[in-house]
């Protein structure tokens, strides 16, 4: 892990590293859950759902451990200025990235419910949203990783991809059902998948403040641009 400094009490330099090591597995697990989810969404494999659920039990273990660390971390080494930053990143961080593994358990328990019904065309378009969002939740790990604000802030303006993908699946989706109103309850289990994997890019970008904030004591300037329209659409657009 880079730091500024080495610290006098060499274990204080371990913890601090455990503690990194616990981040970057929590994403690693996480970015392959959601690839899993989107695969037995795909293949219509309710067995092989019923396991991406279960394994989000790995991502939760982790977070209570980096949680522990953290407590450890404050109460015996009372860390000051940078330490402080990046054991507070820390705890913020491993949140995010338990969140992003409940929405790829979430997407694979409505795959299961969806391949119970026929298969609807208009879900082509998620696989094509997981991958920006896969691939924001990584660089954003690796921004982390590495300490790079600039890379972080980077995974921050990207956001606003993911947002306009999001609205193009959901105008789609809608229009899907106005045209055929049998197919609205199989939609609506797609608009939820849809929303969690853009909830999934808010949370990489969430990783990448976070990073920017542990870089540099505060937060990035100005607001985030957003391109979720959908809130804007009605059927038929």
């Known amino acids: 892990m880079p730091t500024s400094h080495d610290h006098i009490v060499k274990s204080y330099d371990e913890e601090l590293t455990r503690l990194d090591g616990e981040i970057i597995r929590m994403g690693q697990i ?3 859950q959601l690839d899993a ?3 037995v969404l795909q293949r219509r494999d309710t067995q ?3 396991r991406v659920v279960a394994n989000d039990e790995a991502i939760d273990t982790l977070e209570h451990e980096v949680s522990h660390d953290v407590l450890r971390l404050l109460a015996l080494r009372q860390p000051m200025a940078r330490d402080l930053r990046e054991v507070y990143a820390a705890l913020r961080i491993s949140s995010d990235i338990e969140r992003i593994g409940d929405y790829a358990a979430n997407v694979a328990k409505r795959s299961m419910v969806l391949n119970q019904t026929a298969p609807v065309s208009a879900a082509r378009g998620l696989p094509a949203l ?6 924001l939740v990584t660089e954003a790990l690796e ?3 590495e300490r790079d604000a600039d890379r972080a802030l980077a995974v921050r303006g990207r956001d606003v991809e993911i947002d306009a993908e999001y609205t193009g699946l959901f105008r789609e989706l809608l229009t899907y059902m106005a045209e055929d109103p049998r197919q609205i309850t199989a939609c609506t289990h797609l608009l939820f998948i849809a929303k969690n994997i853009e909830r999934i890019g808010d949370h990489a970008t969430n990783i990448a403040e976070n ?3 542990l870089v540099h ?3 990035p300037e100005g607001d985030r641009e957003k ?7 009605t059927a038929g657009q």
């Open 30 to 32: 996480a970015v392959a």
């Open 37 to 39: 989810a989107i695969d």
């Open 48 to 50: 092989a759902a019923m």
């Open 130 to 135: 997981a991958k920006l969002a896969n691939a």
């Open 143 to 145: 921004a982390y990783r």
């Open 211 to 213: 990073t920017w904030f």
């Open 217 to 219: 004591g505060e937060l």
């Open 227 to 233: 391109g979720d329209l959908t809130s804007q659409v």
